[in-house]
């Protein structure tokens, strides 16, 4: 996929995976995003401490698509440097394409691949046939 300025890149992937019907699939991609929604999983809490950052160059995404309760499931982390070439990254909770162009390309599996709570935890966890 070749996403462009303003597309939100867990969007259009839900979208793929529907209109394509994949069964699950691994991502890698790269690119320039105007904003970028990081999470960093706080287990106490269940939930991600989020961090929003602008004008990044995503130096590496990556993750798998599965699905949960019948719907889309992403779950994806990334790291991406500023200007002044700074790295952060961790858990992808919302990117958004920013001038130039966000690559992503998509390995799809033939199994069908669910996630479900492991309530050990209290996260999301992709469960193998």
Do not use: C
């Amino acid at each position: 996929m070749v996403l462009r300025q303003g597309d939100d890149v867990l969007a259009r992937l839900e979208t793929l995976m529907r209109e394509e019907g994949i069964p699950s699939a691994s991502i890698s991609g790269f690119g320039f995003v105007a904003s970028a929604r990081f999470g960093f999983f706080d287990f106490e809490r269940g939930d991600y401490d989020p961090r929003k950052f602008e004008d990044l160059e995503i130096v590496g995404f990556s993750g798998t698509l599965a699905w949960m309760d019948g719907r889309p499931s992403i779950h994806a982390h990334a790291s991406g440097g500023d200007r002044e070439f700074r790295v952060v990254g961790g858990h992808v909770l919302a990117l958004t394409v920013g001038r130039g162009s966000f690559e992503i390309t998509v390995t799809v599996h033939a199994d069908r691949l669910q996630r479900r709570i492991d309530p050990s935890i209290g996260a999301k966890v992709l469960l193998l046939p």
